[in-house]
């Protein structure tokens, strides 16, 4: 069955006071519209569609750049939620098979849930997807009959009797395209709020002879988010489920709520992340690192055996082979390390290649940036680079070469060499002595004053 991906992202978010369209806004590194595509990835969608109006050139671009091969629907006037659903029809010509409608500020569906929802309408032409609500608040109610969902009811049109139900709807449905389309043609804005409402395609249906039914899940999966206050919520959410993966996966988190993942952080076995670690967007992590104290890494790969900081940052490009070690404030970006090379202390390392076990000396910068461009720097297998080394891009040195501590290297070394590129020093025998005296009879004179 083939399954095509519509999601809802063209609601204003008032309540965000913000100049970023609500779905924009991010949960652990993401926009929120990408957890929700996320969400029905796994049932490998063969169109996804995003709905947006407000702010919609933002969030098309977002869609993009997430995944090229999304296509955009545009909701001038956000007439409702059947109304939007409406607006992917033109996206959706040809396409023949299931559709599965989410909100783009609902970031938490299991895709789990929504597999559930696709074997569920073997049985039924519409499936919903409910909820049992500890508050029901302003939701929508599932009126049931039996296994069978007669209707949506708007908690706005509701009756007193009606409100007592604490099966809410989610807002995820899922439904044949056509009949779908179909359905939704039916729709009237005839209601207290005067909007399409999509959630009468259920009623429709039945009217129609069809069937509906529902699939539950908890509560928080369906939780949408509306404020800042709310992001912070489904923020929290996040990164618990995360850090509770991440354990479960065999990964030691020394304390767990002080470690920050990305939507996409993947951590192997048996390695161990000491607190206050972040990860960005695009880190990989293989089995058997260790990652010291607060470190920040992010678009970057660490292989088995590697021990990061404590205080390291890898940015987006680094690449360590295996047993590679980097140590406190080292920066790491756009550079391949080779296996079990080192570097330890206050270095800078951009736009580089670094060969197997050299080692890279305590201030070591490769100066990559000459105010306008980037150059690489390339550093051989064993070579040996002194402390607080400049290595001035484009620059090579060769394998099991050396730097002398201090040097300005601006050309090539080849292999085995030794380069040295700074002033040679001058001792004055006796000199300071007889400068302190001096620097010290001076300050006593000006005592006198
Ligand atoms: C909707 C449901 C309600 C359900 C609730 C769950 C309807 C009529 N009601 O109510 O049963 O309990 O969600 O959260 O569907 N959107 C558009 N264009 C529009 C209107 C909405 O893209 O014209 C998008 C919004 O951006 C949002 C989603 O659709 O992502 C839901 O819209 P919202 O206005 O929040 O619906 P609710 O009134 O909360
Ligand atoms: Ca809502």
Redesign the pocket.
């Known amino acids: 069955m083939s399954i095509a991906l519509v999601i809802?992202?063209?609601?204003q978010g008032t309540r965000m006071n913000s100049d970023l369209p609500k779905v924009l806004h991010q949960i652990a590194g993401a926009p929120m519209l990408v957890h929700a595509i996320r969400a029905g990835e796994p049932l490998e969608p063969s169109r996804i569609v995003v709905?947006t109006?407000h702010g919609g050139e933002a969030v098309g671009k977002a869609a993009l750049n997430y995944q090229p091969g999304i296509k955009i629907a545009i909701?001038d006037q956000?007439?409702?939620?059947a109304?939007?659903v409406a607006q992917a029809r033109d996206a959706l010509k040809g396409f023949e098979g299931d559709v599965i409608v989410l909100?783009?500020?609902?970031p938490f569906i299991r895709p789990e849930t929504l597999e559930q929802m696709q074997a569920a309408r073997a049985a039924h032409d519409v499936v919903v997807l409910g909820f049992e609500a500890a508050d029901p608040g302003r939701?929508?109610r599932l009126v049931m009959n039996g296994q069978n969902l007669e209707r949506?009811v708007?908690f706005k049109d509701a009756t007193e009797e009606e409100r007592r139900i604490t099966l809410?709807?989610?807002?995820v449905v899922a439904a044949n395209a056509d009949v779908l389309f179909d359905l939704i043609d039916g729709v009237s804005n005839e209601n207290a709020s005067g909007?399409y409402?999509?959630?009468d395609i259920v009623g429709l249906a039945r009217s129609r002879g069809m069937s509906a039914g529902t699939v539950t899940c908890a509560e928080a999966e369906t939780m949408?988010v509306n404020s800042r206050a709310e992001l912070t919520v489904a923020e929290g959410l996040f990164q618990a489920r995360a850090r509770a993966e991440a354990l479960e996966d065999g990964v030691t988190l020394v304390a767990p709520e002080t470690v920050y993942f990305a939507y996409d952080t993947a951590i192997g076995r048996d390695s161990v992340v000491e607190p206050n670690v972040v990860f960005g967007p695009g880190a990989s992590v293989e089995s058997g690192v260790k990652i010291r104290a607060f470190s920040h890494l992010e678009g970057c790969h660490v292989s088995r055996g590697g021990v990061i900081g404590p205080y390291a940052r890898l940015r987006p490009g680094a690449e360590l082979a295996e047993d590679v070690k980097v140590g406190n404030f080292v920066e790491i970006k756009a550079a391949r390390v080779d296996r079990a090379a080192k570097i330890n202390h206050l270095t800078y390392i951009g736009d580089a290649e670094i060969g197997e076990e050299a080692n890279i000396g305590a201030g070591t910068v490769t100066c990559n940036y000459d105010g306008v461009l980037k150059h690489t720097t390339r550093i051989g297998a064993r070579a040996f680079i002194g402390s607080s080394t400049m290595l001035v891009a484009p620059v090579s040195i060769g394998d099991d070469a050396m730097t002398g501590s201090g040097s300005v290297i601006t050309q090539d070394v080849e292999p085995g060499a030794l380069a040295l590129g700074r002033s040679r020093q001058v001792t004055k025998p006796g000199l300071a002595r007889r400068l302190f005296e001096v620097l010290k009879k001076k300050k006593r004179d000006q005592g006198t004053h």
């Open positions: 809802l992202a063209a609601g709905v109006g909701q956000q007439l409702g939620t109304h939007a909100y783009g500020d609902t939701y929508g949506i708007e809410c709807n989610s807002g909007e409402y999509l959630t949408g």
